[in-house]
């Protein structure tokens, strides 16, 4: 009447550390390439460097810790690790806290970016939720990548023991 499940085998556990420790430094550095910060430092590479870390620190670790483990550990039961997959969660898991900060918080009664009003009297302006949008799709398409990238070190290549992927 009703068929057991099959036992799912994981992928092994220190491929999915590995790709844990490696991939919010990656998301940080191309996330440096993306929108750099220190625009005071003298030279690209002092810039790039400064950013990486600053983006490492404070964004693509804690975002990893808090909400790409339980993530994965979420996902692993439903769906075999595949690089669509791993993509779209990464995309979601890098831009999530960004979009909950940007719907929650705007902390400003006014604010502007290169002279086109962002905020006015605390309320986001058409400019300000176009560049929000910009900003998160940015973050999103690093966290594509980077959830492609993770695939590709923590399951590529590893198969079930009845020879699926």
Do not use: N
């Given at each position: 009447m009703?068929?057991?499940?099959?036992?799912?085998?994981?992928?092994?556990?220190?491929?999915?550390c590995?790709?844990?420790?490696?991939?919010?430094?990656?998301?940080?550095?191309?996330?440096?390439?993306?929108?750099?910060?220190?625009?005071?430092?003298?030279?690209?590479?002092?810039?790039?460097?400064?950013?990486?870390?600053?983006?490492?620190?404070?964004?693509?670790?804690?975002?990893?810790?808090v909400?790409?483990?339980?993530?994965?550990?979420?996902?692993?039961?439903?769906?075999?690790?595949?690089?669509?997959?791993?993509?779209?969660?990464?995309?979601?898991?890098?831009?999530?806290?960004?979009?909950?900060?940007?719907?929650?918080?705007?902390?400003?009664?006014?604010?502007?970016?290169?002279?086109?009003?962002?905020?006015?009297?605390?309320?986001?302006?058409?400019?300000?939720?176009?560049?929000?949008?910009?900003?998160?799709?940015?973050?999103?398409?690093?966290?594509?990548?980077?959830?492609?990238?993770?695939?590709?070190?923590?399951?590529?290549?590893?198969k079930?023991?009845?020879?699926?992927?």
């Amino acid at each position: 009447m009703y068929e057991s499940r099959r036992a799912r085998i994981y992928p092994p556990v220190w491929r999915v550390c590995l790709a844990f420790l490696l991939m919010p430094a990656a998301a940080a550095i191309m996330m440096a390439f993306v929108a750099p910060a220190y625009e005071g430092l003298p030279t690209a590479i002092e810039r790039l460097t400064a950013t990486a870390k600053l983006d490492a620190s404070l964004g693509a670790y804690p975002t990893a810790i808090v909400v790409g483990l339980p993530t994965y550990f979420i996902l692993r039961r439903h769906f075999s690790a595949r690089p669509l997959i791993c993509a779209v969660a990464g995309a979601v898991v890098a831009a999530l806290p960004w979009l909950f900060l940007v719907l929650v918080t705007s902390g400003a009664s006014s604010a502007s970016i290169g002279g086109q009003a962002t905020i006015i009297d605390g309320h986001y302006a058409a400019y300000g939720w176009l560049e929000s949008t910009y900003f998160i799709a940015q973050i999103a398409l690093v966290g594509w990548t980077a959830g492609f990238l993770f695939w590709a070190i923590a399951a590529a290549g590893f198969k079930q023991p009845d020879g699926r992927r």
